[in-house]
């Protein structure tokens, strides 16, 4: 069964990076369509980027592309989020998600069966 535990969140200044971490396990080295999603307080769940395996398509919601950038490590079956110039905004939990296949994508979180105990990001200004 596919696990994924997420890392990397934290409270930090408007402007400033912030890295998130994903680590799969449970089924090393498989092949998983990735994303993540986040969800503020009394909103509904967004989402913020995807990424197919092995890594050449890539999607960003409009509101981050340009400052968030979604990568992956597939030796260390790892994903991250590298988020630069926080805005107060990007406050939310992010969730990590999962879905086998490959050369796939999607920004629909209902395609997405594996998700991550969320973390959180708060951004102040």
């Known amino acids: 069964q596919v696990q994924l535990v997420v890392s990397g969140g934290g409270s930090v200044q408007a402007g400033v990076s912030l890295t998130l971490s994903c680590v799969v396990s449970?089924?090393?080295?498989?092949?998983?369509?990735m994303g993540w999603f986040r969800q503020a307080p009394g909103k509904e769940r967004e989402f913020v980027a995807a990424?197919?395996?092995?890594?050449?398509?890539?999607r960003y919601a409009a509101s981050v592309k340009g400052r968030f950038t979604i990568t992956r490590d597939n030796v260390k079956d790892t994903l991250y989020l590298e988020m630069n110039n926080l805005k107060p905004e990007d406050t939310a939990v992010y969730y990590c998600?999962?879905?086998?296949?490959?050369?796939?994508?999607?920004?629909?979180?209902?395609?997405?069966?594996?998700w991550g105990q969320g973390t959180q990001v708060t951004v102040s200004s």
């Open positions: 449970g089924t090393p080295h498989s092949q998983f369509a």
């Open positions: 990424i197919s395996w092995p890594g050449a398509n890539l």
């Open positions: 998600v999962a879905r086998p296949g490959s050369h796939w994508i999607s920004d629909t979180a209902a395609d997405f069966g594996s």
